[in-house]
């Protein structure tokens, strides 16, 4: 019984692990939001926080689009946060048997945020949008 108990925890630790940080990796809405602000925030600051834009494109009147994007490819496995290396491994470690996931059973996909900044000529934030796509 105690090492199903570990086997819970431990499991229970790897899932928050990798979830905390998927999410520090994110363009995330909320810190956007905090950060950009329309009419003040210069270009400068937007590098800062961002890094340097992966395309910029530029109109007659002088005015820019900067876009940043960020593509993450997740691996859900019958509803499980954890790889199956790591289960596999705590599972022959703890219990003394190592646990079968069928094969191929689960599924993957893609997700893509897309956050488009637009300035006005004097480099300042005019707007901007975040998208998201998942495949």
């Not at 940043?68 to 199956?84: C, F, H, I, P, Q």
């Not at 059973?105 to 998208?131: A, C, N, P, R, W």
């Amino acid at each position: 019984m105690k090492r199903i108990t570990y086997l819970f925890l431990a499991l229970s630790l790897v899932s928050c692990a990798s979830a905390d940080k998927s999410k520090k990796n994110e363009l995330s809405k909320v810190s956007i939001e905090k950060s950009l602000k329309k009419g003040l925030t210069k270009k400068s600051e937007v590098i800062k926080l961002l890094g340097s834009p992966e395309m910029v494109n530029s109109d007659s009147e002088g005015e820019e689009q900067w876009v940043y994007s960020k593509t993450a490819s997740e691996w859900n496995d019958m509803g499980a946060n954890v790889g199956l290396f790591g289960a596999s491994f705590l599972s022959s470690a703890l219990l003394g048997t190592s646990l079968d996931f069928g094969g191929s059973k689960g599924s993957s996909s893609t997700k893509t945020k897309t956050l488009e900044v637009y300035f006005d000529k004097k480099g300042i934030l005019k707007s901007y949008s975040l998208s998201t796509s998942k495949i």
